[in-house]
């Protein structure tokens, strides 16, 4: 069922259909959620931190676009997490990959480097390019979601993108 069919029905009463949205966008929230603390176990709560938020406005949600609405709440469960603990990031656990063993190594060393060069990027350009990049969210979305002007988000990005770039070519000569 599409989103705003979804949202009209949970509007009209049928609670059930929570769950639906919930199985459909779950591993979204989570992965940001993770990208976010670098915690598993703590994205965990904060995804599930999300959609609790989620149920409660469901019956004042105006229907624009569902998964940037649910990344907005994740972004501030994260935020707020971050201002209750003061904590700093560490890096990001692995997610398991299928295929031949030597290609899975690669592309796990490959994809552990990014992952820690995205944990050295400063909160707001690592959030833009997660968000650019990983989720397809498009420019003025993530203007939006973070309170930002579009050009705003295209700089962190640009400089998201080089400060990774650079990272990643020093870690190579290594």
């Known amino acids: 069922m599409e989103d705003r069919k979804l949202i009209r029905e949970i509007q009209k009463g049928n609670k059930e259909l929570l769950n639906v949205i919930a199985e459909k966008y779950y591993d979204d929230i989570y992965r940001f959620c993770c990208f976010q603390t670098g915690n598993p176990v703590q ?72 992952q ?12 833009a390019v997660v968000l650019y990049y990983y989720y397809d969210i498009k420019l003025r979305e993530i203007a939006q979601m973070t309170q930002a002007g579009v050009s705003t988000v295209k700089s962190r990005i640009r400089q998201g993108k080089l400060k990774l770039k650079r990272w990643i070519e020093e870690e190579e000569f290594k």
């Open 43 to 114: 994205a965990y709560d904060l995804a599930q931190e999300t959609f609790l938020k989620f149920i409660r406005m469901a019956d004042r949600y105006q229907y624009r676009n569902l998964k940037g609405y649910l990344l907005t709440i994740a972004r501030n469960c994260c935020i707020d997490y971050y201002r209750e603990n003061a904590r700093s990031i560490p890096g990001v656990d692995e997610f398991p990959e299928e295929g031949r063993e030597d290609e899975r190594l690669a592309g796990l060393e490959l994809r552990e480097c990014i």
């Open 116 to 127: 820690q060069a995205i944990q050295q990027l400063p909160p707001e350009q690592r959030e």
